[in-house]
């Protein structure tokens, strides 16, 4: 029986984009949740894409297997959030067809 490990290595290897696109979809999801845990324990979040990616490899010497994902502060909220502007969900969640 093949193991999950091997399963994994193999569509590693044989499609260069996978591991990219597992990365980021992983540290995404990771990323969700620890935005989740935070508000669970009553601290807030802001995710953010808009930074200097290398910037941030140089100052935090991120050895070269990481790609950076996202970066997100954690911290006590100074001010109550403002309402958020973003699609409603049946906005932007598509039910069983486009
Ligand atoms: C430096 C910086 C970079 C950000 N980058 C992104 C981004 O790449 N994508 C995104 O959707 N929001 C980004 N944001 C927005 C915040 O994550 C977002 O506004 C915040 O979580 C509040 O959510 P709201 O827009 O629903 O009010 C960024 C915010 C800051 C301060």
């Given at each position: 029986?093949?193991?999950?490990?091997?399963?994994?290595?193999?569509?590693?290897?044989?499609?260069?984009?996978?591991?990219?696109?597992?990365?980021i979809?992983?540290?995404?999801?990771?990323?969700?949740?620890?935005?989740?845990?935070?508000?669970?324990?009553?601290?807030?979040?802001c995710p953010m894409g808009g930074y200097d990616a290398d910037q941030f490899v140089e100052a935090f010497s991120v050895?070269e297997?990481y790609i950076p994902v996202i970066l997100i502060a954690?911290?006590?909220?100074?001010?109550?959030?403002?309402?958020?502007?973003?699609?409603?969900?049946?906005?932007?969640?598509?039910?069983?067809?486009?």
């Amino acid at each position: 029986m093949t193991s999950l490990i091997d399963q994994i290595e193999s569509a590693y290897a044989n499609v260069p984009t996978v591991p990219r696109d597992e990365a980021i979809r992983n540290a995404s999801l990771a990323a969700m949740q620890l935005m989740l845990a935070a508000k669970a324990k009553g601290l807030d979040s802001c995710p953010m894409g808009g930074y200097d990616a290398d910037q941030f490899v140089e100052a935090f010497s991120v050895p070269e297997r990481y790609i950076p994902v996202i970066l997100i502060a954690i911290g006590k909220a100074a001010v109550p959030a403002r309402p958020s502007e973003r699609f409603s969900i049946d906005e932007t969640v598509i039910w069983n067809s486009f």
